[in-house]
């Protein structure tokens, strides 16, 4: 066994991890190490409560009624010295 799969997992290497892109060294500790694992696992868990988060999007319209608030100030001419 090498070092590399004896460290612990970083809080960055876990996120990689449940992402999909912890490298295979990396990741042979997560099937030596309980510890590891257990956070991997709560790391995945968090991953995929947040995708499935709904995503809020203003109603129709939202953008018109804003526009409709907005006062443009009127131009003023031409600049006299
Ligand atoms: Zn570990």
């Given at each position: 066994m090498s070092d590399l799969?004896?460290?612990h997992l970083t809080t960055e290497e876990l996120e990689l991890w449940a992402q999909g892109?912890?490298?295979a060294a990396r990741t042979m500790h997560l099937t030596e190490c309980t510890l590891c694992f257990a956070e991997?696992?709560?790391?995945?868990?968090?991953h995929l409560?947040?995708?499935?988060l709904p995503?809020?999007?203003?109603?129709?319209?939202?953008?018109?009624?804003?526009m409709a608030?907005?006062?443009v100030p009127k131009t003023s001419g031409e600049f006299r010295a």
């Open positions: 799969t004896m460290q892109l912890l490298g991997a696992q709560q790391e995945r868990r968090l409560t947040l995708s499935q995503l809020f999007a203003p109603r129709a319209g939202f953008a018109d009624r804003v608030q907005v006062k």
